[in-house]
């Protein structure tokens, strides 16, 4: 494997003058997925925005397979989230009004890309094969999950971002979708950053994090 | 056990209603503007009616007193004034005051004439029946001036209108000339410019020898004006109130046109409500769903939304009739109290306030409120609560309510071919709701049907708005409803009053051959004071430059008591189908004096071609035969065109009012003008006006009159167009979420500003095509319906496509133009961090 697929160096994000977090500095490999704990309101989602471009960070820089983020423009920001990003939300933002297949084609459409079997792919692999033509509403929290997870994944993007992906689920499920998580993301080969509470779904991950309002360090 | 339902509902609209009110507060601002808006607009010309009427209506009290009965002659000529000795003589009399009423000009201290009502009086009498047209001599002035028959006292209105004090003198216009009256004092009475004088002065001065136009009677205790029967021929019995009904009836169908108008803001103020409330409910959805889960029954739900709409809509009123009774007060100071209808001359009354009035607004903006708030209780009612936590409950188009729109456009196309009530277009009224309430109705099914032929789509941003459209048609149809009405409402008038302009303006060319038309009175009211001698016609037909001329006499006629006059046309009519706008060929004359009477004579007398009618010309009624009938703009309540050979024959009456001139070619209109006002003597008594002058003229009164229409319609558009500005920000508001994710997503910011323009194009689009086919479907019940049920006349249908693409273009641009705006809130940082939102 070559150099690490993301690097983070000093990144500090602060709101009128009040620090969030400061010194954040990792390295996250292809196909690897690496948890960061912490207690809520320490900045774990204003992390992971500031590593999909979403929020300009105070300081320190951001780098995707060799390309900083730094400088770039919102629109410019856009188009690169869109290729090289996928995300994994706690409140599923499955679209109610698109069928499970034109959710999980959503980022395939963004690029100009449509792929149907692509899609048939994802949804086999997520375990929701046969689903594409119903509605989120028919949907169970898990599978909603999953549904969310093909998305994330289908365009085949270098990093994944799941914020609490299992904040909404039993525990079973939680277990379940942490185990699909883990598998895709690693079949992909893509680097994962996963922000979560809960030590089951950290459990999952290569490397544990914590985040504090002084750095990151090892859990 | 539990609160009772209404307490329970008090304690929601205090925890729950009012923060979130807080929170949104230009939203509610929204709604309650739009209730107020309508509110002051119907309470502000209800009470502008009112009190120009009230006004009128007293100053015709006050000048015709109020006796317990009235002998009024059919002859404004007047009639024999010996019966009054003979009333004398009855015991059922106690009192028999005579009166003289003359409607002339007056010249004032600065020139210009300025129509006076004299009123000839026994000033020993008068005080009995008549109080408030007692003279008062001014200080100083001769105790007994009120017998001086070259005495005359003025009202309030006179003084002020003429510049003439006590001590002055008055010129009152009798022929071409004037008489000059000395000013000796004033009279109480209120209205348009008035003054009294001695009845034998008035007699004298003014042709009224041995005559008299009225009888002001008090009875004896328990005597009954029917013992005074038979009466001579020409004198009829008048009740009391006659002649304010008859004041009443002139203007009763333009107040009525007003009033609809006004309400027609009211309804778009509901709608605008309705707006409002049905995407808040939306976004507060999973509040409501939470509401549910917890033991909030449906009924609750509905009952929360309808009391925030009856919070709503009292608010609203209570502003509205505020602000309406101000808009009343600057109206009838800036535009005299028929807001340039000219029903009410002369008038500018004072504000006549009413507190039923004012409730009755109040509640009907309450009403209207309630009426916008319905379907989204409704939804509020029988939302899922356990998807709609989720995020993911839609509302279920189940199509049960499919037939309704039809139904309601059926019903108000039958509706329209229903007679007039009470003299009223109230069907038609009720057919034009129906029709905009069913259009409205319809837009579900529209909508449904455009996406059904929208097909598939590979484009993202195309998918994206199309299956946000099928599964989330409720948002989709109330910004097309919205922009449907609005629309509907702005073509609806723009056709009526497009059609009515072309119809007067080709009227006016066909009723306008001449060149120059001079006239001494502006009004068939004061045609028989005003009026050209024989020798001045004579000498204005051997002008240098004159190559013809036509006389033509107009006098008022009573044919009843409780209705307007109508007008009499005496002219020549050698070619009647060329010289009248005839609806159809003139039937052959017969043995009778034949007539041709407009449009609106042939409806309220019910008369048709071969009718028959007496016509009190002479000092016995005398019967005339319909031989046609003809299309006339000018006068609402009848006109009989009559040969002036004829006329001249029947009724003894050589006075002429009006000439028109055709001059030689070449010659110089000025000029012969010059030399017209040269013959004259006086010339502030004559009046001049080239055909084009007068065409102008009159399409400017056209203009004028329909000034509120304009105004009305301006409100309309905006009120509609606001409520499109509240359906899209609400929309965008409850789509942030799905922006957030489309931007983590990489849509970029510009992307999603096309998504909701282009949304926001497309269904203000519909809605305009929708208003628009509305709009015109309502304008033909205005233009062959409520028109000619109202003012007695028809026009053909215009249809200006100019104007009309004109005014859709703009509503898409501004329906566009809105949605991109509330895009641009859309695609900002906070829609980023709206994912973390847990609904």
Same mark, same amino acid.
Do not use: N
């Given at each position: 494997m070559s150099g690490p697929l993301l690097r983070v160096e000093h990144l500090a994000k602060h709101y009128g003058g009040v620090p969030v977090f400061e010194k954040v500095s990792l390295e996250v490999a292809r196909g690897e997925l690496v948890a960061i704990l912490g207690e809520s309101g320490v900045g774990k989602s204003t992390l992971l925005n500031a590593l999909a471009g979403l929020d300009v960070p105070s300081a320190g820089r951001v780098e995707l397979g060799g390309r900083a983020l730094h400088g770039l423009d919102d629109t410019t920001l856009a188009h690169w989230r869109r290729a090289h990003v996928g995300f994994v939300f706690q409140a599923f933002h499955v679209l109610p009004h698109l069928t499970v297949a034109q959710n999980i084609a959503l980022p395939l459409l963004l690029l100009g890309r449509p792929d149907h079997e692509r899609v048939g792919e994802m949804l086999a692999a997520v375990g929701l094969a046969g689903f594409d033509a119903r509605l989120p509403r028919t949907l169970s929290g898990g599978q909603l999950q999953r549904v969310a997870i093909a998305r994330a994944l289908v365009h085949r993007p270098p990093l994944v971002l799941a914020d609490e992906p299992t904040g909404n689920l039993d525990p079973d499920t939680a277990e379940r979708v942490m185990d699909l998580l883990a598998t895709q993301v690693r079949a992909e080969g893509a680097a994962c950053v996963l922000v979560t509470h809960s030590l089951h779904a950290a459990a999952h991950a290569d490397r544990v994090l914590r985040l504090a309002a002084h750095g990151i360090e090892d859990a | 056990m539990g609160t009772a339902p209404g307490i329970r509902t008090a304690a929601l609209l205090r925890t729950l209603t009012l923060p979130e009110w807080r929170a949104h507060p230009l939203r509610q601002a929204l709604a309650l503007l739009a209730v107020a808006l309508g509110v002051a607009l119907a309470f502000s010309v209800h009470l502008i009616n009112q009190s120009a009427l009230a006004e009128f209506s007293a100053a015709v009290r006050a000048a015709n007193g109020e006796p317990d009965a009235a002998l009024v002659c059919a002859q404004r000529d007047g009639c024999d004034d010996a019966l009054v000795d003979a009333l004398a003589a009855e015991p059922a009399v106690t009192l028999a005051s005579p009166v003289v009423e003359i409607d002339s000009y007056a010249v004032g201290r600065d020139g210009p004439r300025v129509p006076l009502k004299l009123i000839g009086i026994d000033a020993l009498q008068v005080a009995a029946v008549a109080p408030a047209l007692l003279p008062h001599p001014a200080d100083? &002035?001769? #105790?007994? *001036?009120?017998?001086?028959?070259d005495a005359v006292f003025l009202n309030a209105s006179a003084q002020q209108r003429l510049g003439v004090a006590p001590g002055g003198t008055l010129r009152v216009q009798h022929g071409l000339a004037t008489v000059s009256l000395r000013v000796a004092g004033h009279v109480a009475a209120g209205g348009a410019a008035l003054a009294v004088m001695d009845i034998a002065g008035a007699q004298t001065h003014f042709g009224f020898d041995g005559r008299l136009t009225r009888i002001d009677l008090r009875l004896a205790e328990g005597a009954r004006a029917d013992a005074l029967r038979p009466l001579p021929p020409d004198w009829t019995l008048a009740e009391a109130d006659d002649a304010a009904q008859r004041v009443a009836n002139v203007s009763r169908a333009y107040r009525v046109n007003l009033t609809v108008l006004a309400l027609v803001a009211l309804f778009v103020g509901a709608f605008l409500v309705f707006s409002v409330l049905a995407l808040s409910v939306a976004q507060r959805t999973p509040g409501l769903a939470l509401l549910g889960v917890l033991g909030l029954s449906a009924a609750e739900r509905g009952r929360l939304v309808i009391a925030e709409c009856a919070l709503l809509g009292i608010v609203g009123s209570a502003v509205g009739v505020a602000a309406g009774t101000l808009l009343a007060k600057a109206a009838l100071r800036w535009l005299a109290g028929d807001l340039g209808g000219g029903y009410f001359p002369g008038v500018a009354p004072a504000l006549a306030f009413s507190w039923p009035g004012a409730l009755v607004f109040a509640a009907l903006g309450t009403m209207a409120a309630l009426v916008g708030g319905w379907l989204p209780a409704q939804r509020a009612a029988s939302l899922a609560p356990a998807q709609a936590l989720k995020g993911l409950g839609g509302t279920q188009h189940t199509g049960k309510a499919a037939w309704r729109g039809p139904a309601l456009l059926v019903a108000g196309a039958l509706l329209a071919l229903a007679p007039p009530i009470a003299g009223l277009p109230l069907a038609a009224y009720a057919s034009v709701a129906l029709l905009l309430v069913g259009g409205i109705a319809c837009v579900p099914a529209l909508v449904a049907a455009l996406l059904a032929r929208a097909g598939t789509t590979t484009s993202p941003l195309a998918l994206l708005a199309l299956q946000r459209a099928r599964h989330e048609r409720d948002a989709a149809t109330v910004a097309v409803a919205g922009v449907a009405a609005s629309l509907a409402l702005a073509v609806a008038l723009t056709v009526m009053v497009a059609s009515f302009r072309d119809g007067v303006s080709r009227w006016l060319d066909q009723v306008l051959p001449a060149d120059l038309y001079v006239r001494? *009175? &502006? $009004? $068939?009211?004061a045609s028989d004071q005003a009026f050209l001698p024989p020798e001045f016609i004579g000498a204005v037909s051997a002008l240098p430059g004159v190559a013809r001329v036509e006389a033509s006499r107009n006098r008022a006629l009573v044919l009843d008591p409780t209705r307007p006059a109508v007008t009499l046309f005496a002219r020549p009519l050698a070619d009647p189908a060329r010289s009248l706008p005839l609806l159809g060929p003139p039937l052959a004359p017969t043995a009778l004096p034949g007539v041709y009477i407009s449009e609106a004579m042939a409806t309220l007398y019910d008369l048709r071609p071969g009718s028959t009618l007496a016509l009190p010309l002479a000092a016995a009624p005398v019967t005339v035969q319909v031989l046609g009938i003809w299309r006339d703009y &000018? #006068?609402?309540?009848g006109t009989v065109a009559i040969d002036d050979q004829r006329y001249r024959q029947l009724s003894g009456d050589t006075r002429v009012n009006d000439l028109a001139l055709w001059l030689a070619p070449g010659a110089p209109i000025d000029e012969v003008q010059r030399a017209l006002r040269t013959l004259a003597g006086e010339p502030s008594l004559l009046e001049f006006v080239a055909t084009t002058q007068l065409r102008v003229l009159s399409l400017a009164i056209f203009d004028r009159s329909f000034a509120v229409t304009y105004y009305l319609q301006a409100v309309a558009i905006a009120i509609g167009l606001a409520g499109i500005a509240a359906s899209f920000s609400a929309q965008v508001l409850a789509r942030r979420r799905e922006f957030g994710l489309l931007v983590h997503l990489g849509l970029t910011r510009a992307q999603i500003i096309g998504v909701v323009a282009g949304e926001g194009a497309a269904w203000t689009a519909a809605g305009a095509l929708a208003g628009l086919a509305l709009g015109l479907t309502v304008a033909v019940v205005l233009v062959h319906v409520v028109n000619p049920q109202s003012f007695h006349w028809t026009m053909e249908l215009l249809l200006p496509w100019g104007r009309l693409a004109t005014l859709a273009a703009a509503v898409l641009l501004a329906g566009s133009a809105t949605a991109a705006i509330s895009a641009r809130a859309a695609a900002s940082h906070d829609a980023v961090a709206a994912v973390k939102e847990d609904w």
């Open positions: - | 100083g &002035a001769d #105790r007994t *001036a009120f017998i001086d028959p001494t *009175a &502006a $009004s $068939s009211v &000018a #006068r609402q309540f």
